[in-house]
Structures are given as structure tokens and as C-alpha cells.
Nanobody
Framework: QVQLVESGGGLVQAGDSLRASCAAS????????MGWFRQAPGKEREFVAA????????YYADSVKGRFTISRDNAKNTVYLQMNSLKPEDTAVYYC??????????????????WGQGTQVTVSS
């Protein structure tokens, strides 16, 4: 399994931006499609965004489309989530995820092989 460590969360005001990063180690990073999920208190973990192993394809939840951008740098073994125009409803713990298999896009928990520990994003109104 690949090990994942997130960073970049924080407390911001509505309308602000944040960039979360996820550093991978332990296995060949380019062998994994990557994703971001989030979980708010009392709610289930939900899909946010995903990117193919090459970076050529990206996928977004409707709730973040047009505001969030996922990207990856295979040379740095890192995946990013740029979050713009943040809203209070974006408040959650954000988790980085690696797919179970190279060509499987991690868009639901059963498709995830490895999880990071999470980073808190809090958006005040």
C-alpha cells in the first residue's frame, strides 16, 4: 500500500481559497489514480474530486465543480486540491485517497486502497 500524508487545511472565511496537498510514499505514485474525499460531522464520507494516474482525466462532485481543481505532480509524488470560493458547507475533514488499482478511479470508498489521516478545513461565514 502507498502511504499518504495531507497538509494545507485551515480556518478561512467564506470566499477565500486554500490548497491542500497530499504526499505519497512507499510505492510508485504513478501507479495510482488519486482522489479527495471529505467528511463533515455526523455525515458520511463523500467524494470530492479524482484524477487519473497520468493526470489526463479529472472528475468532480457537482457541489465543487467550477470551484475546486485537482492536480498531481508525479515527479514530486504529490496530489493537490485547490479550493476556491469556499463556502461554510465545505467545512469538513478532507482525506486523500489512492485507488485500489491503477485504472480504477477512486470515486467511492470501496474503490480506495489507501487513505490519508485527513486535514481539517473550516470555512466561517
Amino acid at each position: 500500500q502507498v502511504q499518504l500524508v495531507e497538509s494545507g487545511g485551515g480556518l478561512v472565511q467564506a470566499g477565500d481559497s486554500l490548497r491542500a496537498s497530499c504526499a505519497a510514499s512507499g510505492r510508485t505514485f504513478s501507479n495510482y489514480a488519486m482522489g479527495w474525499f471529505r467528511q463533515a460531522p455526523g455525515k458520511e464520507r463523500e467524494f470530492v474530486a479524482a484524477i487519473s494516474w497520468s493526470g489526463g482525466s479529472t472528475y468532480y462532485a457537482d457541489s465543487v465543480k467550477g470551484r475546486f481543481t485537482i492536480s498531481r505532480d508525479n515527479a514530486k509524488n504529490t496530489v493537490y486540491l485547490q479550493m476556491n470560493s469556499l463556502k461554510p458547507e465545505d467545512t469538513a475533514v478532507y482525506y486523500c485517497a489512492a485507488s485500489r488499482e491503477k485504472y480504477v478511479i477512486p470515486r467511492s470508498p470501496p474503490t480506495v486502497g489507501s487513505w490519508g489521516q485527513g486535514t481539517q478545513v473550516t470555512v466561517s461565514s
